[in-house]
């Protein structure tokens, strides 16, 4: 219960401080994207399960709040945070590189699938562009928050399995 509230908390501080904050600190109108971040961190730090129901309400919110159709951004952040997952194995949490690499990769997914899906297929064919003038940019705004979001939530992970642990050897 603990650790829902906890992800339900960063969910909910990522969401408002991108949707707020961010927004009035972007550089020619492009902001990081936190939930992306949210979601692929759950998701390489705690599974494909986590990851894909981090990434499900974190996409839900800019459902509701952005979106013109519900489930859109929750199917792409739902699919992101599962993929983020099959990397488990592969995390060490002192070792920044990979949660990097694959915070940037999902950003990069998730922004070309937006483009296909709300500009390609409307006949907006202008790729580079996009490319260059908002996907690119906002990559590189990303993993320079990435880089300090990563730590917090990583802290945050580490002291809820602290506890996690500590209660389950209680009922030993």
Request: contains cysteine.
């Amino acid at each position: 219960m603990r650790r829902k509230f906890a992800v339900f908390v960063i969910i909910t501080v990522s969401f408002l401080l991108q949707s707020t904050l961010f927004q009035t600190l972007s550089f020619a109108s492009i902001s990081p994207n936190l939930l992306i971040v949210v979601t692929s961190s759950f998701g390489f730090m705690r599974g494909r399960k986590e990851g894909m129901w981090t990434g499900f309400f974190c996409g839900l919110l800019l459902d509701i709040f952005f979106g013109s159709v519900i489930g859109f951004y929750a199917l792409i952040y739902a699919y992101l945070g599962y993929i983020n997952g099959f990397f488990r194995k592969m995390f060490f949490p002192d070792d920044i590189k990979l949660p990097l690499i694959l915070i940037a990769v999902s950003d990069f997914s998730y922004n070309l699938l937006v483009y296909l899906f709300l500009f390609f297929l409307r006949g907006k064919f202008r790729f580079y562009y996009y490319l260059v003038h908002i996907m690119l940019p906002e990559l590189v705004y990303t993993i320079l928050v990435t880089i300090i979001l990563y730590f917090i939530i990583l802290r945050i992970n580490q002291k809820l399995e602290n506890i996690e642990r500590r209660s389950a050897s209680k009922f030993v």
